[in-house]
């Protein structure tokens, strides 16, 4: 493999772009416009060494607010609940914000429209598992990769009814539906991300998949019982939780260490003011955020939506994306080609 290396100047910013919002919140368009810092570049490479080569991590934190992530006024703790991240993203990558692509601002239908690349007929979190193919089978198929190189951990049992559409193509990673065991949460159908991440970290070492989500749950639970105390304490384990996967990602040979993007998001907001804790009946919980970080990532300042996020995992990959109703975000991956894999591409 013989890339060559394009390096151009990033800027990263935070958007400003005109956000749905409640009507009590903050505006989002009070958000200041500041560049948080330089990246180096984006590295331009062929679409089939995207596709031999790069890697995702993608880290969701359900129902993380946009403010406390951003560390943006009406943060529920006075100083940054993820300052590592923060600092990746302001030294090489983007801070997006985003909006929802799901009917409605709940866990399910936010997780099957960012696995679907649309918004699908998920109204609530009981609905029936996602039908087609979802954005981890997708890469597993179009790279003709085994189950293990494909991986999602997650704190949620339903979230598989989002993660995979079909049994055994990809490696799904979620505890089993009912009554948390001794020493497991205080809620339902989940885990302790503690636990999620350790085995999630276990994979990343062991099989160095090219995808793994990690799907963090403590943060929505949390502020359900609003507990800010323990909703920033959750961010800042999710913080920690991510430093802790990119330390692996640093052991790994140096062209496939700079092909990694790592991507942060979630499946919907909360509620604007004080009912922070809250969300799906509020427009406000509609706001998100989209973070990206690595050298592949271009730069920008762009609106984001959730239905974006599976194509630019796509492109990322150097596969085109097709048929969803997103769009790859250009300030992440800007010019980055795509071709179908296994073809010799430009
Ligand atoms: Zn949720």
Known sequence: MRALWILGAVTLTLTTAVLVTGSSEPSPRGLPSRALGTAGGQLVVPASTLQQKAHVVLVTLDGARWQDVLAQPGALSSSPAMPKLLELVARNGVALRATTSSKVPLSLPGYQALAAGRMTSCEDNDCARLEGETVAEGLARGLGLPMEQVAVFASWARLSFAAAGAEGAVTLDAPPRGLPGPGGPPWEDARWDVETTARALS????????????????????????????????????????????????????????????????????????????????????????????????????????????????????????????????????????????????
């Open 203 to 346: 994979h990343l070492t062991t099989h160095r998949p090219r995808f793994l989500q990690l799907a963090l749950l403590d943060t929505d639970e949390w502020a359900h019982q609003r507990d800010a105390q323990r909703t920033v304490q959750a961010l800042r384990a999710a913080d920690d939780a991510i430093a802790a996967l990119l330390e692996v990602v640093r052991t790994w040979p140096e062209d496939e260490r700079r092909l990694t993007t790592l991507l942060v998001t979630t499946d919907h907001g909360r509620g604007p003011g004080s009912l922070w804790h809250a969300h799906g009946a509020f427009d406000a919980s509609r706001n998100i955020f989209l973070l990206a970080a690595g050298d592949l990532v271009r730069g920008g300042d762009e609106l984001a939506t959730q239905a974006d996020v599976r194509p630019t995992i796509e492109r990322l990959f150097g596969l085109c994306p097709r048929g969803s109703g997103g769009r790859a975000v250009t300030a992440i991956v800007g010019d980055l080609p795509c071709g179908v894999a296994g073809a010799a591409t430009p």
